[in-house]
């Protein structure tokens, strides 16, 4: 399994960005796919996860309201739509795959991408 993330970069405070995440090999669409950030010298934390069946979606307090995760199981694919972006914002954001349930948790997931950097100027 590959995940590949992109999407990333400059924006300023009250912008938006909209990361993409291909998965390549293994079945997409029977697991659950999580977002991450994490900022150098700090924990990985969650950001938003989405159920396989794309019907149940959870989001870190910190992005509710400002993000929306979504996915097409048809190409293999989540999307991170980011709006009102903060400088708090900037990271590097990491999509995962779950077949857990607890998705809040980085143990809940076995696959990672690479990670895109978004940078959110003030």
């Known amino acids: 399994v590959q995940l590949q993330a992109s999407g990333g970069g400059l924006v300023h405070a009250g912008g938006s960005l909209r990361l993409s995440c291909v998965a390549s090999?293994?079945?997409?669409?029977?697991?659950?796919m999580g977002w991450f950030r994490q900022v150098p010298g700090k924990e990985r934390e969650f950001v938003a996860a989405?159920?396989?069946?794309?019907?149940?979606?959870l989001y870190a307090n910190s992005v509710k309201g400002r993000f929306t995760i979504s996915r097409d199981n048809a190409k293999n694919t989540v999307y991170l739509q980011m709006n009102g972006l903060k400088p708090e914002d900037t990271a590097v954001y990491y999509c995962?795959?779950?077949?857990?349930?607890?998705?809040?948790?980085?143990?809940?997931?076995?696959?990672w991408g690479q990670g895109t950097l978004v940078t959110v100027s003030s």
């Open positions: 995962a795959r779950s077949g857990g349930n607890l998705l809040h948790l980085k143990s809940e997931y076995d696959y």
């Open positions: 090999g293994g079945t997409f669409s029977s697991y659950n």
């Open positions: 989405i159920r396989w069946t794309g019907g149940s979606t």
